[in-house]
């Protein structure tokens, strides 16, 4: 056993040599590949070698060992040797892996950061391209002054109904700017989607498909994502918002970025690790005023195992008040259908900022703690207490008091 270590030793050595790697032209001309298809045949070469290898060391071992076959039989030494050889290409295949893709530390790109000479270089496969092309790079697209990355699938309802705007924009200003749409879902799906989806026939939709490597290397919690690269390094993250010819054309004539940063939440994290270099040892999180590219959503999410991930983007101060509401009653084994408030707030000047002012809440929780004591967190964040006339209308505010509920 100890020549065979020493042997599975040695062979991970040549591997790293690169004594395993055959000449591609052994198994087709390389002429008539593209790069992507060089690259496969390259590596079937190094597994085939590789594989080959060792059965014949393993042949080696059966011949050297022909004793212990006649002495406990075949299925346990045959268990013996698959344990071996599993042994050894567990050892050595996560290296091929690696070359194969050329990545193997991804960081995701915040702005200001180079795109990795990887990137540049990563062929990456298209379907429906105006040239035929099968692949391209985005290092094709160097000279322009600005390349956005749109990240888009065919679920996404807001992705196809940007499709429009962001083909006129390339229409525009194709002298100095390349937008690629990028999906990781499969050639065939996007080759049908196009087919059939008049939005997409329309503009004439190609599309990067099978992306594995860039969406790992962008964050994004909500789609259509737009990331803008100038000079090698990336300049923006965006929603569609940012798609307009005026700030694109003011950006390219004199530098200045008008439009809207995209906020990334990540509803299963601390929301303000996604807000830049605010402090994360905060357990709550308030913000007045909408967050474009945030999305929407709300609810409790289990957070870690102590606690209760409480969150709300991008909702009216009235649906978190009342969500809060329904659920205090349903502890209590009612059903609040409905909530009444008085027609003197209605009239109030604080009715529209209470009935449609966006806000973005997250309060992290111990699961100890009640609906309630919650809800009066959220109460002294929002500053918003309520209190129910004698009808059980909610109107008056009254400053630091509790609502009756």
């Given at each position: 056993?100890?020549?065979?270590?020493?042997?599975?030793?040695?062979?991970?050595?040549?591997?790293?040599r690169?004594?395993?790697?055959?000449?591609?032209?052994?198994?087709?001309?390389?002429?008539?590949?593209?790069?992507?298809?060089?690259?496969?045949?390259?590596?079937?070469?190094?597994?085939?070698?590789?594989?080959?290898?060792?059965?014949?060391?393993?042949?080696?071992?059966?011949r050297?060992?022909?004793?212990?076959?006649s002495?406990?039989?075949?299925?346990?030494?045959?268990?013996?040797?698959?344990?071996?050889?599993?042994?050894?290409?567990?050892?050595?295949?996560?290296?091929?892996?690696?070359?194969?893709?050329?990545?193997?530390?991804?960081?995701?790109?915040?702005?200001?950061?180079?795109?990795?000479?990887?990137?540049?270089?990563l062929?990456?496969?298209?379907?429906?391209?105006?040239?035929?092309?099968?692949?391209?790079?985005?290092?094709?697209?160097?000279?322009?002054?600005?390349?956005?990355?749109?990240?888009?699938?065919?679920?996404?309802?807001?992705?196809?109904?940007?499709?429009?705007?962001?083909k006129?924009?390339?229409?525009?200003?194709?002298?100095?700017?390349?937008?690629?749409?990028?999906?990781?879902?499969?050639?065939?799906?996007?080759?049908?989607?196009?087919?059939?989806?008049?939005?997409?026939?329309?503009?004439?939709?190609?599309?990067?498909?099978?992306?594995?490597?860039?969406?790992?290397?962008?964050?994004?919690?909500?789609?259509?994502?737009?990331?803008?690269?100038?000079?090698?390094?990336?300049?923006?993250?965006?929603?569609?918002?940012?798609?307009?010819?005026?700030?694109?054309?003011?950006?390219?004539?004199?530098?200045n970025?008008?439009?809207?940063?995209?906020?990334?939440?990540?509803?299963?994290?601390?929301?303000?690790?996604?807000?830049?270099?605010?402090s994360?040892?905060?357990?709550?999180f308030?913000?007045?005023?909408?967050?474009?590219?945030?999305?929407?959503?709300?609810?409790?999410l289990p957070f870690?195992?102590?606690?209760?991930?409480?969150?709300?983007?991008?909702f009216?101060?009235?649906?978190?008040?009342?969500?809060?509401?329904?659920?205090?009653?349903?502890?209590?084994?009612?059903?609040?259908?409905?909530?009444?408030?008085?027609?003197?707030?209605?009239?109030?000047?604080?009715?529209?900022?209470?009935?449609?002012?966006?806000?973005?809440?997250?309060?992290?929780?111990?699961?100890?703690?009640?609906?309630?004591?919650?809800?009066?967190?959220?109460?002294?964040?929002?500053?918003?207490?309520?209190?129910?006339?004698?009808?059980?209308?909610?109107?008056?505010?009254?400053?630091?008091?509790?609502a009756?509920?």
């Amino acid at each position: 056993m100890k020549n065979f270590l020493r042997s599975g030793r040695g062979m991970l050595l040549q591997a790293r040599r690169g004594s395993y790697f055959l000449p591609v032209k052994k198994y087709a001309k390389t002429s008539s590949l593209k790069p992507f298809d060089t690259m496969v045949v390259r590596h079937t070469a190094v597994v085939k070698s590789f594989v080959g290898d060792i059965f014949r060391r393993c042949t080696a071992l059966h011949r050297r060992f022909d004793w212990l076959l006649s002495a406990i039989g075949h299925k346990p030494l045959a268990c013996i040797i698959l344990f071996c050889v599993l042994f050894s290409a567990f050892t050595v295949f996560p290296a091929f892996g690696q070359e194969a893709v050329g990545l193997s530390t991804v960081k995701p790109l915040k702005v200001g950061d180079a795109i990795p000479a990887e990137l540049w270089n990563l062929p990456l496969k298209i379907v429906n391209h105006p040239e035929g092309k099968e692949f391209i790079r985005l290092s094709d697209y160097r000279d322009k002054k600005l390349i956005i990355l749109d990240f888009w699938g065919t679920w996404c309802g807001s992705c196809i109904a940007a499709m429009p705007a962001v083909k006129a924009l390339q229409d525009e200003f194709k002298d100095d700017m390349m937008v690629i749409p990028i999906s990781f879902e499969k050639a065939d799906k996007i080759k049908s989607f196009t087919a059939k989806n008049e939005i997409a026939k329309n503009v004439k939709l190609w599309s990067v498909v099978e992306d594995s490597v860039l969406t790992k290397w962008i964050t994004k919690y909500t789609y259509p994502h737009f990331t803008w690269i100038t000079k090698g390094k990336v300049l923006s993250h965006t929603s569609e918002s940012a798609l307009e010819g005026r700030y694109v054309k003011e950006y390219l004539t004199g530098g200045n970025i008008r439009w809207i940063e995209k906020v990334n939440l990540d509803k299963n994290g601390i929301f303000t690790n996604s807000m830049g270099d605010l402090s994360t040892a905060n357990s709550s999180f308030y913000y007045e005023g909408y967050l474009d590219g945030a999305g929407g959503g709300l609810g409790a999410l289990p957070f870690h195992r102590e606690r209760t991930n409480y969150y709300f983007i991008n909702f009216s101060q009235r649906a978190i008040y009342e969500w809060f509401l329904k659920r205090i009653a349903q502890t209590k084994g009612e059903v609040l259908v409905e909530i009444e408030y008085s027609s003197e707030f209605m009239k109030s000047t604080d009715w529209k900022r209470y009935n449609e002012g966006y806000v973005t809440l997250q309060i992290l929780a111990d699961k100890a703690r009640s609906l309630r004591d919650v809800f009066t967190q959220y109460k002294s964040m929002s500053s918003w207490w309520l209190e129910q006339d004698v009808n059980g209308r909610y109107g008056k505010q009254v400053d630091g008091k509790e609502a009756r509920i």
